[in-house]
């Protein structure tokens, strides 16, 4: 594994996608990169250098990709097959997460976890976790030995008395604070988040806490809406004051611009209105509703409604932490234009989590995150990102680079940097 200086020459092909539906080529191009970020974006690079050049010609250089939907705590149940999602969550997924209580079993997973993800190109992880503070900060230093960007939710749960992991919001939050202090924010590599699991474990208190709880720490919300029908019969149930599941996160205030709301497959034409104006951000999780037979996300009417959405793969219910596969599914779900998935994978991530002037684009001024991918270099940009997403997916990826740090890689790319 090769970590290059803190000045150097990237030379390759690069694709990106600055606007969903255009693909940005630049070939024999090169980056200099600074202490982590772009500094110089150039088709015709310096002869002459006094720095050293990480060149990976014929390879291409593409963005890292941005799950931002993901449960690492369920990687031990996927393929559990059968159930639809109440029942599911019931049967396997209650009980595996109640493992996390212990410490030294929540390591070696959350390891596992982000090898496998920057294995696929994963450069930044929205991670679910669960309700055990001391497993949250376990994998807040597994992610920074990893050398992945990530954002980490407390699972908030006060009305589950069957899943054994019911807890106390108030407590749980100030068992929180000294992990904000000491990592949200750093580096702009380590965000947290509160995450109240769905408005079925939660209690109107719990979310009203949460809401200005992370409004006070400039926090992220994650939560799941509208996945399946019984889930959202459910709800109204409990909250018959409401006429749709997303008010109920409106009221109790819990819909912002730092809102990711997973899922969204049941939503009505009221509540896309409701997300719009609050400036909350959808997550488009394909393999995982495919799996649970939960129903399909309106894209088309989030794009109406000018909603920024991006992927998630979903692991427990989705297979694998691989937004190949996800790009993959998504086009199988409804028919799209491979670089319309591309960009929900990679600058159409970051416009979600409010981030795109950092994140997303292999742009002047923005981190040195991507991904050094496998490809024919005389083929079409646009069959070889075909290939990518429905051949190759993580085969063709050779390494993987967060901050302009090699984290992930194959003998083949690590090259000598050359002065």
Known sequence: MIFPPERYWLRANFLDTPKRGQLRVLRDGALRIESGRIVVRTSTPPERTDLPVLDVRPSWVIPGLM???????????????????????????????????????????????????????????????????????????????????????????????????????????????????????????????????????????????????????????????????????????????????????DRVGLLGPRTLLAHGVHLQHEELRRIREKGAAVVHCPTANYFLHSGVMPREALLAHEIPFGLGSDVGAGMRYSLWEVMRDAYFVRREAPENLFYDATAGGARALGMEDRLGLLDVGYHADFVVMRANREEDPEEILRNWIFVERERAVEAVYVQGRCVASCDACCRPLTA
Do not use: N
């Open 67 to 249: 799950d931002l939907h993901t449960h690492p705590p369920q990687t031990r149940v996927r393929g559990r097959a059968g159930l639809t999602l109440l029942a599911w969550l019931k049967t396997y997924v209650f009980p595996e997460e109640r493992r996390f209580e212990d410490p030294a079993y929540a390591r070696d997973r959350y390891r596992e976890v982000f090898q496998e993800a920057l294995q696929a190109g994963t450069t930044f992880l929205v991670g679910f976790m669960t309700v055990h503070v001391e497993a949250l900060g376990v994998a807040l230093e597994e992610a920074e030995a990893s050398g992945l960007r990530v954002m980490l939710g407390l699972t908030l749960m006060d009305r589950a008395p069957e899943s054994g992991l019911e807890r106390d919001p108030r407590a749980q939050l100030r068992e929180m604070e000294p992990l904000i202090s000491r990592w949200h924010g750093r580096e702009e590599r380590f965000f947290l988040s509160l995450s109240p699991r769905f408005a079925l474990a939660c209690t109107e208190a719990c979310m009203r806490e949460a809401a200005a709880f992370a409004q006070a720490h400039d926090l992220w919300i994650q939560t799941h809406l509208s996945e399946s029908l019984p889930e959202v019969r459910e709800a109204l149930r409990l909250y018959p004051w409401a006429s749709s599941y997303t008010e109920i996160y």
